[in-house]
């Protein structure tokens, strides 16, 4: 079974600049996490969406979106880019129906210049 | 507000010998936990996971144990192989639903190390 996705591995942006960050979870999880980790604080929780549905958002501002389409594919978007966005930005699938164990993809590197 | 710790940044050990990562919780509701292993500019790979019903979970070469009055957890790695040198973090959640859907909380990750 292939494993999660993301796209793009890296991408450079420059300050008030916006991104969409894209998301293929494992083939039947129907759950997808989404993580900012930096050095400072770690791993944090962004926003979780089941079926279409944002079930749950962590402490962020507004200018972090995202949405999930039907065949559970994943996208986060951040406008506005600001210098301390530059992180290393994760997700994670899980089948949903209850918390079970989240799988990682590898990860998009964001360069806010 | 850190509701996972892992306090040591960094532990360094022999190959063949045991490695024994720690975490403490503060939350009260977390009931499922977990560890990852994580390498530079890659996501963080599932290891084992342990319910609040349990007080250990083995799987191969990895143990977690947790007790839940000291609201602490560790992983012990035996024996301890080069190929492990990675950071490890744990991770805990709250199966209740609500605001606690799909979130993992995580500690500051510990450094291993395991020398030839």
């Known amino acids: 079974k292939a494993g999660v996705t993301q796209t793009p591995r890296y991408l450079i942006k420059t300050r008030g600049q916006q991104v969409t960050l894209s998301c293929s979870p494992i083939?039947?999880?129907?759950?997808v996490s989404w993580y900012q980790q930096t050095p400072g604080q770690g791993l944090q929780f962004l926003f979780e969406?089941?079926?279409?549905?944002?079930?749950n958002k962590g402490n962020f501002p507004g200018r972090f979106s995202g949405r999930q389409f039907s065949n559970s594919r994943s996208e986060m978007n951040v406008s506005t880019l600001e210098l301390g966005d530059s992180a290393l930005y994760l997700c994670?699938?899980?089948?949903?129906?209850?918390?079970?164990?989240?799988?990682f993809g590898p990860g998009t590197r964001l360069l806010v210049l | 507000d850190q509701q996972v710790k892992q306090n040591s940044p960094s532990l360094s050990v022999q190959e063949g010998r045991i490695s024994i990562l720690n975490c403490d919780y503060t939350n009260s509701m977390f009931d499922y936990f977990l560890w990852y292993k994580k390498y530079p500019a890659e996501g963080p790979t599932f290891l084992i996971s342990i319910s609040s019903i349990k007080d250990k979970n083995e799987d191969g070469r990895f143990t977690v144990f947790l007790n839940k009055s000291a609201k602490h957890l560790s992983l012990h790695i035996v024996p301890s192989q080069p190929g492990d040198s990675a950071v490890y973090f744990c991770?805990?959640?709250?199966?209740?639903?609500?605001?606690?859907?799909?979130?993992?909380?995580f500690g500051q990750g510990t450094i291993l190390t395991v020398h030839p």
């Open positions: 991770a805990a959640s709250n199966r209740g639903g609500g605001t606690s859907y799909g979130k993992l909380t």
């Open positions: 083939s039947g999880h129907r759950s």
């Open positions: 969406y089941f079926s279409e549905t944002q079930r």
């Open positions: 994670a699938s899980s089948l949903g129906s209850a918390m079970e164990t989240q799988y």
